[in-house]
């Protein structure tokens, strides 16, 4: 856990004064005193705010630093420098880091003028003073470095978290994007389905208006498909209502869908492409209404692509299709290098995000993730009715 701001800054400034009073005890024993200890208090007590108010704070010690050199200037006795004076390279290096470098250098002008006048009037030109003023340089020189160092990192992690914010605004866009895409292409399959239902219904309605006197039979079973074609219709319509968002269709070409019973070619498919795969169903696939035949169709084409893209080399494929009681469970399992979920997650992961979108039209449920034992696995659960 990183501690606050103010508990280290607090925690400099009272070793800071700590050491001063003692250079002041040992070295300037002969003129200590209040105003001279007061003094350096105005130096080292702004050091505690320096990273809340850095201009602010930066300032008042170099008043503490005037004030210095209007009380005490004249000492030519002791320590030429105080400990308390390093405030002031403190100060320097919190302007240049945390305020910019053009502020830094007013403030490194104010800092050297005060320099030379200390440097002349009280000790005299010199060898002393000009080696007093080249150590204090070399001490602002550092500070200044060490800011413009510190200043780049602050900036360089600003830049980096914008990035990051953007990138995770263009994923969550792109995520938007690909459930809508996919919404309007469940959308058009369904509408396919429906209109298949529908124009069955219109065929068998005539054929019965044709043969109920003469058939009474044939228009008897007429009756029958229309009512069994109505009910799924209905059911599909469920579905239909539940994923259109797009009013924008004008031009779109409607074709054939394929369905569970397709499964099969599919998988040769696959083969062909060089991706062992293998099948196995359980329960009556043709059975089931369209939209959930063609739901659980493309559930596993996108889970075949997913591996066919990243299993890798040598990598096979096993899926399983049955219908158990009230519901069809469909897993699609590979042993392949597999993608880490995280990077999926990321990346933007469209084909999961799809297959998910699938899935939840259709009522059901879907997961996706490793297998223990290496590989990746998706298994999804569909009710037969959607609740």
């Not at 696939?285 to 035949?293: H, K, N, T």
């Amino acid at each position: 856990m990183r501690a606050h701001p103010v508990f280290g800054d607090s925690l400099m400034a009272g070793l800071l004064l700590l050491a001063d009073l003692a250079s002041l005890a040992s070295g300037w024993s002969n003129v200590a005193g209040t105003t001279l200890v007061l003094v350096g208090a105005v130096l080292i007590v702004p050091v505690v705010f320096r990273r809340r108010h850095p201009l602010g704070s930066s300032y008042a010690i170099l008043f503490g630093g005037v004030l210095q050199l209007l009380t005490h200037g004249d000492l030519r006795t002791g320590l030429p420098i105080r400990m308390a004076d390093f405030a002031l390279a403190v100060a320097l290096y919190t302007v240049v880091a945390y305020v910019g470098r053009r502020q830094g250098l007013v403030y490194a002008i104010w800092l050297a003028l005060g320099t030379f006048v200390w440097a002349l009037w009280p000790m005299g030109a010199g060898t002393e003073a000009a080696f007093m003023v080249f150590v204090i340089a070399v001490v602002f020189g550092f500070s200044w470095a060490m800011g413009e160092f510190v200043g780049a990192r602050r900036a360089y992690n600003r830049e980096l978290e914008q990035r990051l914010k953007l990138l995770e605004t263009e994923r969550d866009q792109q995520a938007r994007i690909a459930v809508g895409e996919e919404r309007s292409r469940i959308a058009r399959e369904l509408h396919d389905v429906v209109a298949h239902a529908v124009s069955v219904m219109v065929v068998q309605a005539d054929g019965a208006g044709y043969a109920i006197r003469s058939n009474p039979d044939l228009a008897e079973a007429a009756v029958r498909t229309i009512a069994d074609t109505g009910r799924q219709a209905l059911t599909e319509l469920r579905r239909l209502l539940g994923v259109l968002r797009s009013e924008d269709q004008s031009g779109t070409q409607w074709v054939p869908q394929p369905d569970a019973g397709d499964l099969h070619e599919l998988t040769e498919n696959c083969r062909a492409a060089g991706l062992p795969v293998r099948l196995e169903t359980a329960g009556d696939l043709s059975a089931l209404p369209a939209g959930l035949g063609l739901g659980v169709y493309r559930i596993v084409q996108e889970a075949l692509t997913n591996t066919l893209k990243h299993a890798g080399a040598g990598a096979t494929a096993t899926v399983r299709v049955a219908q158990a009681g009230d519901r069809v469970e469909v897993e699609v399992a590979d042993d392949g290098f597999g993608t880490p979920h995280d990077l999926v997650a990321v990346s933007g992961g469209n084909g999961l995000i799809g297959m998910r979108e699938r899935a939840g039209v259709l009522g059901g449920t879907l997961e996706a993730g490793p297998n223990p034992g290496g590989g990746w696995r998706v298994r999804a659960v569909l009710p037969l009715v959607p609740s």
